[in-house]
């Protein structure tokens, strides 16, 4: 505490404050990216604010449809969808959004355009709404490529035009965890004074963390060979402990533990989903920014997941992320079976 005996910080480092003092570095920026944030900012307290209340005000169960991706949409998703559009498009800096509950992209209107086009996930993991399991919102930020109205062109950029990505977990506290590029930075909201405060500065990946993998192990019959190995190996390895398995099935919560205590979280193409099960775009591509940022890997099996050209707004793609020891395990392994089925 700064000052001494009181129970409150006199000077916290918000995230507004540590966004701007990054703005002065930059004296090109404009401050859009700052408004920016701070509507999404905004978006994520009133999000917050409703899953916490969400058994008071009726607003768990299904809202009676399915979105564009086959998911069964619950009331909760609805509202938090409608608080990150809305608030997104009143900050005058985005041209277009792209959201995994809308089919199509969402162009903003013309006169309140601005120069970012954000691609979201406002409730991921909905599915454990009802029984209090963390969920969270992901998202990430690109720049529209050229001058004139936005295009489709500019919503499929791959992950490296990614410029601020991140993700809120909306758990046993809100907390965001926010890359511009320059690191990892996690945010605890703290209700008191309605502020995200920076908790965990600088947020790196071990090489090799504890001894954890994360996956499905329901669709276990489904996977390639290349993961039965992988997982087999660290389940009943040569020699020493075998790895704890953690799966939680709420993606925020699953990579946030992954980036907290290392290990890999996985989400592998299967028989039953060739192409993968998450969305590239709005799930995949800011989780891979933020762990690349903290000095893990993500990929594919083939490729890194940030290399991955979009071809739809809505594509799917497997994907292995966390330490960068268990990751390239697996990109090693999918390499070796390629050159023995040649």
């Not at 590239?280 to 997941?305: H, S």
Request: aromatic share 8%; hydrophobic share 35%; with cysteine.
């Amino acid at each position: 505490m700064t000052s001494t005996g009181s129970a409150i910080d006199t000077d916290c480092m918000t995230l507004t404050r540590f966004v701007l003092a990054q703005q002065r570095k930059h004296p090109e920026a404009t401050g859009d990216l700052t408004q920016l944030l701070n509507a999404l900012l905004t978006a994520i307290k009133a999000t917050s604010a409703a899953v916490r209340k969400a058994g008071i005000a009726n607003l768990y169960g299904i809202a009676g449809q399915t979105n564009v991706t086959g998911d069964e949409v619950k009331k909760l998703d609805v509202l938090a969808n409608d608080l990150f559009i809305n608030m997104l498009k009143s900050s005058y800096t985005t041209c277009m959004l792209i959201s995994e509950e809308n089919e199509t992209v969402i162009e903003v209107e013309t006169e309140k355009q601005g120069k970012y086009i954000v691609s979201f996930d406002p409730l991921d993991g909905s599915s454990n709404i009802d029984c209090l399991v963390s969920i969270g919102s992901i998202f990430s930020i690109t720049k529209k490529l050229g001058e004139g109205p936005p295009t489709i062109k500019d919503a499929l950029q791959s992950g490296r035009g990614i410029v601020c990505a991140g993700y809120a977990l909306y758990g046993s506290a809100t907390m965001v965890v926010l890359s511009a590029g320059n690191g990892v930075n996690g945010f605890m909201l703290d209700p008191s004074i309605g502020e995200f405060i920076l908790t965990q500065p600088d947020i790196k990946l071990k090489p090799s963390g504890k001894a954890i993998y994360s996956l499905n192990e329901g669709y276990a019959k489904f996977w390639d060979d290349t993961v039965k190995a992988f997982v087999d190996s660290k389940k009943n390895p040569k020699s020493g402990k075998p790895y704890a398995s953690r799966y939680i099935g709420s993606m925020v919560a699953d990579v946030h533990r992954t980036l907290v205590y290392g290990g890999i979280f996985m989400y592998p193409s299967t028989t039953e989903a060739p192409k993968g099960k998450l969305r590239l775009l709005y799930e995949c591509n800011p989780m891979a920014y933020v762990i690349e940022q903290a000095g893990g890997l993500a990929t594919n099996g083939q490729i890194p997941i940030l290399d991955i050209q979009p071809e739809s707004i809505h594509q799917r793609s497997p994907i292995f992320l966390g330490s960068r020891g268990e990751v390239q395990e697996v990109i090693d392994l999918y390499k070796k079976n390629s050159k023995r089925s040649k």
